[in-house]
Structure formats: C-alpha cells, structure tokens
C-alpha cells in the first residue's frame, strides 16, 4: 500500500482501524526544536472520536506513545515514531461487510485490489481513523512551523446547505486564526454552529449522513516556495490532502470561480506597502502563482463527501454468492466527517508547508 509522502520530510502511516495499533514515521525533521507534548495532544482531541452526538460514539483517547525522535523534549534529527494502541475495538459490527461491501466506502475496491486479504474491520486501513497519526505528525510539523511565524488554521465553511463566512483573504487576524485551530467546531461566524448542528442532527435521526467543505488559510509563507510544473505548491498541497479519507475536491484561491471571469477582475495587482513588502490588493490566486508562493496568504478548500456509513439499508452485492443484495450497515459512525476533518487538513497543511520550506533550504 502506498502511505508514504513527501520529498524532503518523509512521512509513512500504519495501522489498521481494528488492529493492534496506528502509528507514523516522520523523517527529516529538522533537529534541536524543542517539541510541546501537551500540544500535541491538544491537536490530536480536537480530531479524536466520541465528544458528541456530531461524531462516531467510539471513544478512543488517541495517546501516542513517542518511541523516537525526541529526547529531553526536543527533537533529534532521527525519524520520529509514535504509535497509538488501539482500544475500544468492537470487530464483529463489520463481519458482513467483507461480503456486502458498503457504497460508498473502499470494502469493494480494497477487496478487489488486495484478493479479499485486507483488514476489513473498520475499514482497516482505510478508516478515518488513520488521521490520528497524520494529525500527531501534523501538530510536530506545525511547532517547527509556528517557530518561523506560520500560522494555519481551518474552519467549517460549510455543512450540507449551511455556510459559514470565508477567510478574509488579504490579511487574516492572529486571533481567528489561534481560536479556530484550538477549536473543535471551528466557525467563524458563532452562530453558523447551531444551524450546522441541526443539519448533522437531522441528518443523523434520519439514518443518514451529510457532507460539507473546510477552508483552511496559512499565513507567513515568504515569497518564493514551490516549484513550477509538478513540483508546486498546489501540487504538493493536493498530493497529501488527497490522503484525506472522504476527501472528493480541492480549490485554491477562488478556484472554479475564477473560470467565469475576466483576466481584469481575476489578476491580483501589485503593490509595495509602506514598509516596502510586495503585496497583492486581491487574493484570487490563493497566495500561489506558477505553483510558487507570492507571500500572500495561502487559502484552499476541501470537499468532503457525506459518511459513507449509513443506517438507511442500501443494495449492494454479495460477493459470495455473486448476487444483489440488501446491507443496513452497523457499528458506530460520523453523520458528519466535517468537524472531525478540519485538524486533518490542518494537519496535512502543515506537513505539506514543511515539505516545501525545507526543499527551499529556508528552515
Ligand atoms: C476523521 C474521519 C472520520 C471518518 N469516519 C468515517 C465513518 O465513521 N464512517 C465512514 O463510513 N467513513 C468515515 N470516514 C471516511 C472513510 O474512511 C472514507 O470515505 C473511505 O475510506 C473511502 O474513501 P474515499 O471516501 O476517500 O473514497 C472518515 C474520514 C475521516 C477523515
């Protein structure tokens, strides 16, 4: 299986949903930076299952057992493991699965492409619960980043039919940005939250799930990180948000949006500031020209798609007796990934942000 990334940080994920323990490898990070553990714990409940009715009632408290890489608080040089032993496992709930693969998640295409041999339990190796791991090297990744002034923070810009306000795309308040990547129902408009509640709440006593999307900003990116073609920093970005399970879109900037207007209204101009920095009056491009950073903030959107999981019963197939068939899925489950997905992407953010710093030689 191919859970390996990155060009200068070398990231590696294992694990299996209902198997012994998830874990990661991160090589490459840079030596001598002391490392906050509470911090990272911090990051990782944010992501952690069982707070609320929102989010699957499997309770893990997602302690990572750091094995290397640190000592005396502060990281080494040499590769960072850590891995999470996993607990409140409750196997028999996806007996049935290996036969009726549920639409919508990877029980029929990971049968095909491992021979029926993959861990089907939770979704194995395809759960969300392997963004624990990338959430841990994320928060890493992120002190080494915060140490550079970079900030990065993500909000739920919208859950099913209700939105949230946008980032400000010019200059985004230190505040926002340290409250929402503390949160775990990070808005930016308070009142967003109960009306988004509603809808998982709806969707959840209905058998049903709902999707949405996350925004996510980092700030205080010099100029100049990235490399044309497929070395770019959308490139780069996309290649590990795209590990994101449930993860169907990615935007920059404005995105598709920008397909409909003129070169007029989509340019970003120019301008030297009064301390002589180069900025732009917009920031339709998201921060990224020729896959390179121009200094502005760098602004991308996630589409996630609803739970796959669902109470309703489906048609599916029998792979046994290769017939169709009826699948009322059980075990325990998000109605929505959302709020759960927004310290992943920040998390992948972080890493990526790295990545690209380091192939600069700027850390
Ligand atoms: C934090 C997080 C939690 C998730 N929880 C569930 C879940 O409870 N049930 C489910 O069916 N899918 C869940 N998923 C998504 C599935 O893992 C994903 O849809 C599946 O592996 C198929 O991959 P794809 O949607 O990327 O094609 C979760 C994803 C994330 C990021």
């Not at 100049?224 to 900037?253: C, D, Q, R, T, Y």
């Not at 992943?344 to 850390?363: F, H, I, K, N, Q």
Request: aromatic fraction near 6%; glycine fraction near 12%; hydrophobic fraction near 40%.
């Amino acid at each position: 299986m191919s859970s390996n990334w990155g060009n200068q940080l070398k990231l590696s994920i294992f694990g299996e949903s209902h198997g012994n323990g998830i874990g990661v490898v991160l090589d490459g990070l840079p030596a001598g930076i002391p490392i906050d553990q509470e911090e990272i714990l911090a990051q990782m409940a944010r992501r952690a299952p069982g707070r609320d009715l929102s989010s699957t009632p499997r309770k893990e408290e997602d302690l990572p057992e750091i094995l290397s890489g640190v000592r005396n608080g502060t990281l080494t040089g040499a590769p960072l493991a850590a891995v999470i032993r996993n607990r409140n496992v409750r196997s028999g709930d996806y007996g049935n699965l290996s036969v009726l693969p549920r639409p919508g998640h990877a029980d029929y295409t990971g049968y095909i492409r491992y021979q029926g041999a993959n861990d089907i339990r939770g979704g194995g190796h395809f759960s969300g619960r392997l963004t624990a791991p990338l959430v841990f090297a994320g928060a890493v990744c992120r002190q080494v980043l915060e140490r550079r002034g970079i900030k990065i923070a993500a909000h739920i810009a919208r859950i099913a039919s209700v939105t949230d306000d946008s980032f400000p795309a010019l200059d985004i308040p230190g505040d926002l940005m340290a409250r929402l990547s503390r949160s775990s129902f990070a808005v930016i408009r308070a009142r967003a939250e109960d009306d988004m509640r509603a809808e998982i709440e709806r969707a959840r006593l209905d058998c049903d799930s709902v999707g949405g999307v996350v925004e996510c900003a980092v700030t205080g990116v010099p100029a100049g990180a990235g490399s044309p073609m497929f070395g770019g920093v959308e490139n780069v970005f996309s290649s590990i948000l795209f590990g994101i399970p449930a993860v169907k879109a990615v935007e920059f900037g404005d995105g598709f949006a920008c397909c409909g207007r003129r070169g007029s209204e989509n340019n970003d101009s120019f301008y030297y500031n009064e301390s002589r920095q180069v900025k732009t009056r917009t920031n339709h491009c998201g921060g990224i020209l020729g896959g390179i950073t121009n200094g502005m903030p760098i602004l991308f959107r996630v589409g996630i798609k609803p739970t796959a999981s669902i109470g309703k019963e489906q048609d599916t197939i029998d792979l046994s007796r290769q017939e169709n068939a009826k699948l009322v899925v059980k075990g325990r489950h998000d109605p929505c990934i959302v709020p759960r997905a927004v310290p992943v992407v920040e998390a992948a953010a972080a890493a990526a942000t790295l990545d690209l710093l380091l192939e600069r030689g700027s850390l």
